[in-house]
Protein backbone atom coordinates (compact mmCIF):
# COMPACT_ATOMS: atom_id res chain seq x y z
CA UNK A 1 0.00 0.00 0.00
CA UNK A 2 1.39 3.24 -1.17
CA UNK A 3 0.37 6.16 1.33
CA UNK A 4 -0.75 9.41 0.13
CA UNK A 5 2.39 12.42 -0.30
CA UNK A 6 0.99 14.08 3.40
CA UNK A 7 0.38 10.76 5.32
CA UNK A 8 4.35 9.49 4.16
CA UNK A 9 6.05 13.33 4.87
CA UNK A 10 4.40 12.60 8.57
CA UNK A 11 6.29 9.30 8.13
CA UNK A 12 9.65 9.97 7.28
CA UNK A 13 9.19 12.58 10.07
CA UNK A 14 8.51 10.26 12.68
CA UNK A 15 10.02 6.75 12.21
CA UNK A 16 12.89 4.85 10.61
CA UNK A 17 11.57 3.39 7.14
CA UNK A 18 12.41 0.09 6.49
CA UNK A 19 14.07 -0.94 2.87
CA UNK A 20 15.70 -3.77 1.30
CA UNK A 21 19.09 -3.15 -0.47
CA UNK A 22 20.26 -5.07 -3.23
CA UNK A 23 24.17 -5.79 -3.61
CA UNK A 24 25.03 -7.26 -7.06
CA UNK A 25 27.84 -8.91 -7.83
CA UNK A 26 28.85 -10.32 -11.15
CA UNK A 27 31.13 -13.69 -11.28
CA UNK A 28 33.88 -11.50 -11.23
CA UNK A 29 32.97 -10.02 -8.13
CA UNK A 30 32.35 -6.60 -9.50
CA UNK A 31 29.83 -4.55 -8.05
CA UNK A 32 26.80 -2.86 -9.70
CA UNK A 33 25.99 0.49 -8.76
CA UNK A 34 23.54 3.02 -10.00
CA UNK A 35 24.37 7.00 -10.02
CA UNK A 36 21.10 8.23 -8.00
CA UNK A 37 18.67 10.72 -9.77
CA UNK A 38 16.35 11.48 -6.04
CA UNK A 39 17.06 12.57 -3.08
CA UNK A 40 18.23 11.36 -0.45
CA UNK A 41 21.80 10.45 -1.83
CA UNK A 42 20.93 12.01 -5.14
CA UNK A 43 24.10 11.97 -7.42
CA UNK A 44 26.13 9.47 -5.53
CA UNK A 45 26.67 6.13 -7.04
CA UNK A 46 25.05 3.58 -4.80
CA UNK A 47 23.28 -0.29 -4.72
CA UNK A 48 19.79 -1.08 -6.42
CA UNK A 49 17.19 -1.33 -3.56
CA UNK A 50 13.77 0.24 -1.96
CA UNK A 51 11.64 0.11 0.52
CA UNK A 52 9.29 -2.31 1.73
CA UNK A 53 6.09 -0.66 1.61
CA UNK A 54 2.77 -1.16 4.18
CA UNK A 55 0.85 -4.53 4.45
CA UNK A 56 3.70 -6.18 1.74
CA UNK A 57 4.92 -9.39 2.20
CA UNK A 58 9.08 -9.34 2.59
CA UNK A 59 9.48 -12.07 -0.03
CA UNK A 60 7.25 -9.55 -2.42
CA UNK A 61 8.36 -6.64 -1.81
CA UNK A 62 11.90 -8.54 -2.82
CA UNK A 63 10.83 -9.76 -5.86
CA UNK A 64 8.97 -6.41 -6.42
CA UNK A 65 12.35 -4.46 -5.74
CA UNK A 66 14.12 -7.07 -7.93
CA UNK A 67 11.66 -5.71 -10.81
CA UNK A 68 11.64 -2.36 -10.17
CA UNK A 69 15.30 -2.02 -9.41
CA UNK A 70 17.21 -4.48 -11.40
CA UNK A 71 14.43 -5.54 -14.17
CA UNK A 72 13.99 -9.41 -13.75
CA UNK A 73 11.73 -10.96 -11.16
CA UNK A 74 14.00 -12.66 -8.75
CA UNK A 75 13.31 -14.66 -5.30
CA UNK A 76 14.78 -14.37 -1.77
CA UNK A 77 16.22 -17.58 -2.11
CA UNK A 78 18.30 -16.39 -5.13
CA UNK A 79 20.39 -14.10 -2.75
CA UNK A 80 22.10 -14.32 0.84
CA UNK A 81 21.24 -12.15 3.35
CA UNK A 82 24.50 -9.89 4.74
CA UNK A 83 23.06 -7.93 7.42
CA UNK A 84 20.81 -5.38 8.52
CA UNK A 85 22.03 -1.34 8.45
CA UNK A 86 21.25 1.77 9.08
CA UNK A 87 21.54 4.85 6.32
CA UNK A 88 21.16 8.41 7.54
CA UNK A 89 20.38 11.61 5.58
CA UNK A 90 20.03 14.95 5.96
CA UNK A 91 17.61 15.68 3.17
CA UNK A 92 14.65 13.02 2.27
CA UNK A 93 13.19 12.77 -1.39
CA UNK A 94 10.83 16.23 0.13
CA UNK A 95 14.28 18.49 0.03
CA UNK A 96 16.65 19.63 2.29
CA UNK A 97 14.07 20.29 5.17
CA UNK A 98 13.84 16.85 6.15
CA UNK A 99 15.70 14.49 7.64
CA UNK A 100 15.82 10.41 6.12
CA UNK A 101 16.22 7.37 8.60
CA UNK A 102 16.53 3.99 6.73
CA UNK A 103 16.66 0.33 8.89
CA UNK A 104 18.18 -1.39 5.85
CA UNK A 105 18.21 -5.43 5.24
CA UNK A 106 21.08 -5.75 2.44
CA UNK A 107 20.99 -8.96 0.34
CA UNK A 108 23.49 -10.36 -1.97
CA UNK A 109 23.28 -11.37 -5.60
CA UNK A 110 25.03 -12.97 -8.17
CA UNK A 111 24.11 -11.94 -11.71
CA UNK A 112 24.71 -11.74 -15.19
CA UNK A 113 24.49 -7.70 -14.83
CA UNK A 114 25.50 -7.93 -19.13
CA UNK A 115 22.15 -9.32 -19.59
CA UNK A 116 20.23 -7.27 -17.27
CA UNK A 117 17.45 -4.60 -18.49
CA UNK A 118 18.32 -1.72 -16.10
CA UNK A 119 15.50 0.40 -15.45
CA UNK A 120 16.26 4.36 -15.38
CA UNK A 121 13.43 5.46 -12.93
CA UNK A 122 16.14 6.14 -9.97
CA UNK A 123 19.47 5.54 -11.63
CA UNK A 124 20.62 8.25 -14.21
CA UNK A 125 23.24 5.28 -15.33
CA UNK A 126 24.74 1.88 -13.91
CA UNK A 127 28.35 0.88 -14.17
CA UNK A 128 30.24 -2.35 -12.48
CA UNK A 129 32.83 -0.93 -9.95
CA UNK A 130 35.36 -3.31 -8.07
CA UNK A 131 35.45 -3.21 -4.52
CA UNK A 132 38.83 -1.07 -4.08
CA UNK A 133 37.62 1.47 -6.43
CA UNK A 134 34.41 1.79 -4.99
CA UNK A 135 35.89 1.54 -1.71
CA UNK A 136 38.20 5.04 -2.88
CA UNK A 137 36.19 6.87 -4.73
CA UNK A 138 34.43 10.32 -3.52
CA UNK A 139 31.38 10.05 -5.67
CA UNK A 140 30.64 6.24 -4.37
CA UNK A 141 28.03 7.03 -1.21
CA UNK A 142 29.29 5.98 1.96
CA UNK A 143 26.03 4.22 3.15
CA UNK A 144 27.67 1.67 0.28
CA UNK A 145 30.72 1.27 0.79
CA UNK A 146 30.30 0.03 4.23
CA UNK A 147 29.02 -3.19 2.42
CA UNK A 148 32.35 -3.97 1.55
CA UNK A 149 34.32 -2.22 4.77
Known amino acids: MRLDL ?19 TN ?7 GERT ?4 QGYWFVPGGRI ?6 EEAF ?12 ELADASFL ?5 HYADS ?7 THY ?3 AYRLVLDVDNLDLPSEQHDSYRLWGIEELLDSKVVHQNTKDYFC
Open 93 to 99: FLGDDLS
Open 103 to 105: VVL
Open 27 to 33: SEGQVLL
Open 6 to 24: NTFKLVVESTPLISIDLIV
Open 53 to 58: LKNEIF
Open 38 to 41: NRPA
Open 63 to 74: KRLTIVELGVEL
Open 83 to 87: GVYEH
